[in-house]
């Protein structure tokens, strides 16, 4: 399989962009701004600077990160730390991972984010194929098998709980147990390698859930903005009813949703399916480079209209935006005719002109803008 490098197709040298992503990774790591730190002799977490708590997100960003950057020793350290803390062994969430501990280790919640289970299951898969198998909980593929069961059986043959997915639709769920889901979590290019290496009888489950994810982002992307909310309905539209647990409102297009036009890029370089959900990715960029170019990092209503002229992530919303460029087909130029394709070759600019994020929230921006680097340079691959 061929991988696309935009940064070389906007006039980046192979040399330039290998140099800048070594860099990009190894801040993010190791530089003065990380969010990585070892604990002891086989351990380490991936913080939450914001909110000074290791997350099921960031913890299986770090391990995917790893694996496409073939570091064994980071990949190994983060996973020991999720499966000693994180992971639950009773209780109603057997078999899930609480989302958010404290860096000593210590549970905040005793719930799952269903992101969370989705990346540490693609990662551990990845690993298996990189690496091998190990013993224990580094037996990788044995692992990420027992994350998707529990994600899809629980609550039958005796289990308690509830399953991460809708049986019906096969659409994810924004937590287990709730009747909504969250445009951002749907992945259909895993779900495609799910369909491989999952359990055999969960894989024409997830064979489905990829085709059902890319029709509901299609309809879940406004189709004048290309917007996404951070929480919807099954039918795609905003959630807008209350919630017991908060009164804040996530049926805009903050924080969650920036992902969206990323995975949707990716899914496009992995698989090449477009089901609709492809033009989304051109009416964002347009919506926010053109329409909005004087304030294209601010909040919005998932039609456009403007709420607040400050992100509370700006360097998460250009990091995906730019990785959106993956769903049209390249190359990409500053100085191309079509207009749709140089106004991606300037996010893609853009991204690459901005430095990472530094201070106290630069967790989220800088996981979103790795991921960027790696997808956008060709290194967010496939192992199989």
């Given at each position: 399989m061929q991988y696309r490098n935009v940064f070389t197709e906007i006039g980046k040298t192979e040399k330039e962009v290998q140099e800048r992503l070594m860099e990009v990774v190894h801040n993010f790591f190791y530089g003065k701004d990380k969010v990585y730190f070892p604990v002891g002799d086989d351990m380490a977490y991936i913080e939450d600077t914001g909110n000074h708590d290791a997350r099921t997100e960031g913890?299986?960003?770090?391990?995917?990160?790893?694996?496409?950057?073939?570091?064994?020793?980071?990949?190994?350290?983060?996973?020991?730390?999720?499966?000693?803390y994180?992971?639950?062994?009773?209780?109603?969430?057997?078999?899930?991972?609480?989302?958010?501990?404290?860096?000593t280790g210590e549970k905040n919640a005793n719930g799952p984010a269903p992101d969370g289970e989705e990346f540490f299951a693609m990662a551990l898969f990845f690993a298996s194929k990189r690496w091998g198998d190990g013993e224990g909980i580094f037996n990788y593929s044995k692992q990420a098998r027992q994350i998707l069961a529990a994600c899809l059986h629980k609550g039958q043959d005796g289990r308690k709980g509830t399953p991460m997915w809708n049986l019906e639709n096969r659409q994810i769920l924004f937590v287990p147990g709730v009747d909504f889901t969250d445009p951002s979590y749907h992945l259909?290019?895993?779900?495609?390698?799910?369909?491989?290496?999952?359990?055999?009888?969960?894989?024409?489950?997830?064979?489905?859930?990829?085709?059902?994810?890319?029709?509901?982002?299609?309809?879940?992307?406004?189709?004048?903005?290309?917007?996404?909310?951070?929480?919807?309905?099954?039918?795609?539209?905003?959630?807008?009813?209350?919630?017991?647990?908060?009164?804040e409102r996530h049926d805009w297009f903050f924080s969650d949703a920036y992902r969206t036009a990323a995975n949707i890029g990716l899914d496009y370089e992995w698989y090449k399916k477009d089901v609709g959900q492809c033009a989304a990715v051109k009416r964002l960029q347009y919506h926010?480079?053109?329409?909005?170019?004087?304030?294209?990092?601010?909040?919005?209503?998932?039609?456009?209209?403007?709420?607040?002229?400050?992100?509370?992530?700006p360097l998460g919303i250009i990091a995906t935006t730019a990785q959106g460029t993956l769903a049209l087909e390249g190359p990409v130029s500053l100085k191309d005719e079509n207009p749709e394709k140089a106004l991606a070759a300037e996010w893609v600019k853009r991204l690459w002109d901005e430095p990472m994020r530094s201070g106290k929230y630069r967790y989220y921006d800088n996981c979103l803008y790795v991921f960027a680097f790696l997808a956008l340079s060709g290194n967010y691959r496939i192992y199989e």
């Open positions: 913890m299986s960003y770090g391990m995917m990160i790893c694996v496409q950057m073939d570091w064994k020793e980071e990949f190994d350290r983060l996973w020991k730390w999720a499966k000693t994180m992971w639950m062994s009773d209780g109603w969430n057997e078999g899930y991972f609480a989302w958010s501990c404290q860096v259909p290019h895993f779900y495609e390698l799910f369909a491989k290496w999952a359990d055999e009888e969960d894989r024409e489950f997830f064979l489905q859930a990829a085709k059902a994810s890319r029709r509901y982002l299609a309809l879940a992307c406004h189709p004048v903005s290309g917007m996404s909310a951070e929480y919807a309905e099954f039918d795609g539209s905003p959630m807008r009813r209350e919630l017991s647990w908060t009164k926010l480079g053109v329409t909005h170019r004087e304030n294209m990092v601010g909040i919005f209503e998932v039609d456009g209209t403007p709420i607040a002229s400050s992100a509370k992530h």
